[in-house]
């Protein structure tokens, strides 16, 4: 039996890629916002129905430099979640600012809105909620908390690429918001992000911050880093561009497929589908309840191993629990992130996945059932 992998890069044809990359053995200009990295940042504005994007070499640095463009005080706390991968807690720490961990919604595993309100201290500044497995949060209620209280919103939308609420881009909700161009992400730049967002007087920041703070000729704003997109991972973009509907619906076949043998199963929580909400078939989470299904989600996952399946404990262990936090952050105080972090498993979903790879894949987990 072939082994299945829990992800597998879209890639466009060898000979497409070459293609378009021919034209930089001609201008030997391989980085610094050269042409095919205006193209992919004009093609993703229309895309993505936003009026600036801003390119980066990978989201994780997109996301730090946007907290930093926001110039927030020095000892301010950051509203977000633990239930999310390791950049969104990282990038908010890097700026020196202090996490402070919000429950998530058991069903959409977003930031509970309603949880919000009784963490805003007077060092409150913003908020960085996480649009899960492109599960999109509750955008009306965050909004409605952040005017009230006069505090920042960014969204960490690395997995909610293409993803619309009630026909509005997820680029478009709260401040700014960050996409991951990662590998293993529905669209990819080989490694890459971007930042998008509507206010213009961001863009002169951003630009300079991602280039060591230059803004000029002979003008360095800020003490910069370097988080430029290069050409190569600018012109994988535009190639895989041209596939990303075809790779969506490759992915909705594969995610219906595993709803047709998985939906009301007891004791397996399945991804909600969202009112209102254009999906990208981003992630296929499955959260086991042991006491009803039988078998614990690591004993899936043993089960899935022994048959040359991969699957990922996506997210586990909760941020706030990292070592290099030192027990700074008490777990209980998100019981809800804490409880699905124990019991979630995220199934194989890529692009190439075949109805009959899943057919195995669900086999092999229901076969776990007691
Ligand atoms: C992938 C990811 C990131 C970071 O993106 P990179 O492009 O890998 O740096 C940030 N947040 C979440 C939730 C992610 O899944």
């Not at 895989?240 to 969506?248: F, M, S, T, V």
Request: with cysteine.
């Amino acid at each position: 039996m072939n082994s299945i992998l829990v992800t597998r890069s879209s890639m466009p044809d060898y000979e497409e890629y070459c293609e378009e990359i021919k034209d930089l053995w001609d201008s030997h200009w391989l980085t610094n916002m050269g042409v095919k990295h205006q193209q992919l940042q004009k093609e993703l504005e229309e895309l993505l129905d936003v009026p600036h994007v801003i390119l980066y070499t990978n989201g994780h640095l997109a996301l730090e430099n946007v907290i930093a463009a926001l110039d927030l005080p020095k000892d301010g706390e950051v509203i977000t979640t633990p239930f999310t991968f390791a950049s969104t807690t990282h990038a908010i720490v890097r700026n020196g600012l202090k996490p402070v961990f919000c429950d998530i919604d058991p069903i959409s595993f977003t930031m509970d809105p309603a949880k919000i309100e009784s963490l805003i201290t007077d060092k409150t500044c913003a908020i960085v909620p996480v649009h899960v497995y492109g599960n999109i949060c509750d955008v009306d209620g965050i909004r409605q908390i952040a005017d009230r209280h006069n505090l920042k919103v960014i969204y960490d939308a690395a997995h909610a690429f293409g993803v619309k609420y009630k026909g509005i881009s997820a680029a478009c909700f709260g401040d700014a918001s960050m996409f991951s161009f990662h590998a293993t992400k529905v669209f990819n730049t080989i490694e890459g992000g971007a930042v998008c967002f509507h206010d213009d007087s961001f863009v002169r920041t951003l630009n300079a911050l991602k280039n060591f703070g230059i803004n000029g000729p002979d003008e360095v704003e800020y003490a910069g880093g370097n988080a430029k997109m290069s050409e190569f991972q600018a012109a994988m973009g535009i190639c895989n561009l041209r596939h990303l509907d075809d790779a969506i619906e490759c992915r909705k076949k594969a995610v219906e497929r595993y709803r047709s043998h998985l939906e009301g199963v007891a004791g397996i929580q399945l991804n909600p589908i969202q009112k209102g909400v254009t999906s990208n078939y981003a992630y296929f989470p499955a959260v086991f309840d042991e006491t009803v299904f039988g078998a614990t989600r690591n004993e899936v996952m043993d089960a899935l191993a022994q048959n040359g399946i991969g699957a990922r404990k996506y997210f586990y262990p909760l941020t706030s629990t990292f070592a290099c936090f030192n027990n700074a952050y008490d777990a209980s105080e998100t019981p809800i992130a804490l409880n699905i972090s124990r019991r979630v498993l995220t199934l194989p979903l890529y692009e190439e996945l075949s109805t009959d790879d899943v057919d195995r894949i669900c086999k092999v987990i229901l076969d776990c059932k007691k």
